[in-house]
């Protein structure tokens, strides 16, 4: 039994008819529906998972002398496909019958050992194989349709303001379990070794689940890092201006020796009654001050726009397109693969 496309799985079912001493088992199905004796159940609490789509009938003769593996020679081989058909009763026009109607093929061959006299060293089979396909109805409206809900949900955050911290936190923590307590379903179903196809539905669909809440997070760090920079430049704006003779590095002596002070090579001659700085050096200091405080405030608004709010908006407009688009080509891979694949 094969659990890899689960629950879109089919199966089949083998069992087999032996007989002995020349009997020869031969089995062919006919279709004749009966309005006047219809068949009817009265199981109400049973429910099947599983539809019958194809029979394949197999009578086979072999000898306990042949030791060579195998089934022998077929002399008859039936295969039938059924559809599932409900019709209305004539006497209860509101109770639904479903009976299975279909095409079937005969083939016959000659056997050696049906065709001779028999002995006690041959025997007949009859094999029957049940083909199913598991209904998939109830998984869709228990697991499938879900599981998409909540992915589209999840998106809803991508329109919300990055400002409202608690409303997306809130709906990308929401969205998370509550994919968590979905996948929960999954525990109850079949378990295997290796990857069902249920598997991988619900670990596509928290993962796109939770990427939504990555792009929050990275939203959030680039908002934060915009709000430092608008606070820094308004602090630099609000700043009042240095004064240039403020700003003027002391003149020192750097010889040791009695002598004139320096500044930049040139010698300055300050006396102790007047240490005022030349109209010179302050015109090129007052000039260098006011391109500095320039420099550094255009610095400031160039990082508020590179490192702002523009970013954020862009994942977010991005991510609108993007992760519907992502999943919407999941969906199609995913169903033509193991829908039409299996």
Known sequence: MSLQSYPMDRQDCTFQIHAYNGIHLLLEPWFEWIASAPLTTDLPSVHSQFQIYSVQIRSFANSFLDTAEGKGCAYSQTECSYQPWKCGLEAKDDETCQNYVGSCQHQTANCSLVSANATANTYTSLEITLFFSRLLSSHLFELFIPCVTIVCLSWVAF????????????????????????????????????V???????????????????????????????????????????????????????????????????????????????????????????KLTAFLFNNKLEKAKSKEKSVGKDKASIIDETSRVLFPTAFFFFNIVYWLYYYDHF
């Open 196 to 286: 069902r196809a249920i598997d991988v539905w619900v670990l596509a669909c928290q993962a796109f689940v939770f990427l939504a809440l990555i792009e929050y997070a990275v939203v959030n760090y680039l908002m934060n890092n915009a709000n430092k920079a608008k606070s820094q430049l308004a602090k630099a704006k609000s700043k009042p201006a240095v004064s240039p003779t403020e700003s003027l590095p002391r003149l020192q002596n750097k010889s040791n020796v009695p002598g004139k002070p320096t500044y930049h090579g040139e010698k300055v001659d300050i006396s102790q009654k007047d240490q005022s700085v030349p109209s010179s050096v302050q015109t090129n200091l007052s």
């Open 159 to 194: 329109w919300i303001n990055p400002a409202a911290v608690p409303a997306r936190v809130a709906l990308g923590i929401t969205t998370v379990l509550t994919m968590v307590t979905q996948a929960t379903r999954v525990v109850g179903m079949p378990h295997v070794s290796y």
